[in-house]
């Protein structure tokens, strides 16, 4: 699931993996995931895209290939975000 939303008015985008931020410069930079699933306001994607409208395409890979670090730690049969 692709999550929506904006952490000190920057535009934010994330998944369970991995998480993106277009921060002064532009460019999309990834961000910590707990960061934005803890502090981020979350909006649907349709507000997302009037909040944000001049927003360069982010390339796709950056919500499909693995994250670069793993949990700590996870809940036998649980998942670590559940």
Known sequence: MKYYGTLDGFPAIWTERRGWMQILNGDWTEASIAELMTNAAMMDQARFERAFRDLPPYPKEFLTSPGIAKPP?????????R
């Not at 730690?73 to 975000?81: H, I, K, L």
């Open 73 to 81: 730690f996870t809940f036998p049969n649980t998942g670590p975000w």
